[in-house]
């Protein structure tokens, strides 16, 4: 977990907003940013966004739900949210744990997402959900 990023100390709860600004999200953060990362999965690879994680209770959409549109794929397991306005990705439901959210940090008000060091990258392409037990 992260409770600072590049001085700015984060906040219990943390509004998020998509470019537009239409989207506004309110985050539960009480542990800081958790599991900060980005992933080379299809999807992830060409979002390239860090991506931390909350439970499903840490996320309360405060404006512009009408605005938020759902894309799935594959499996449709996991549900990835985007403005419809700007197209900025917000967050989406995981497959790997739908009991969680990952949630777009660079959308994090006062967040600059590079100033995370040393963010992981998550092996995507092998998902644990397709891996086959040996
Ligand atoms: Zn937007």
């Not at 219990?12 to 990362?37: F, K, T, Y």
């Not at 700007?86 to 739908?98: D, E, F, L, V």
Request: glycine residues 10%; proline residues 6%; charged residues 20%.
């Amino acid at each position: 977990m992260l409770r600072e990023v590049g001085g700015v100390a984060i906040q219990p709860r943390h509004l998020a907003s998509c470019h537009c600004g239409a989207v506004v999200l309110e985050l539960d953060l009480p542990n800081g940013i958790e599991d900060p990362r980005r992933c080379d999965c299809s999807i992830c690879r060409r979002k390239g966004a860090v991506v931390a994680s909350v439970p499903l209770s840490g996320i309360r959409v405060v404006k512009g739900a009408e605005h938020l549109r759902l894309y799935e794929f594959n499996t449709r397991t996991a549900r990835h949210w985007f403005c419809g306005i700007c197209g900025i990705y917000t967050h989406h439901q995981r497959r790997s744990n739908p009991g969680q959210y990952g949630f777009n940090v660079g959308c994090l008000e006062g967040v600059n997402p590079f100033a995370i060091a040393d963010v992981p990258v998550n092996d995507g392409v092998n998902h644990p959900a397709d891996r086959v037990e040996a």
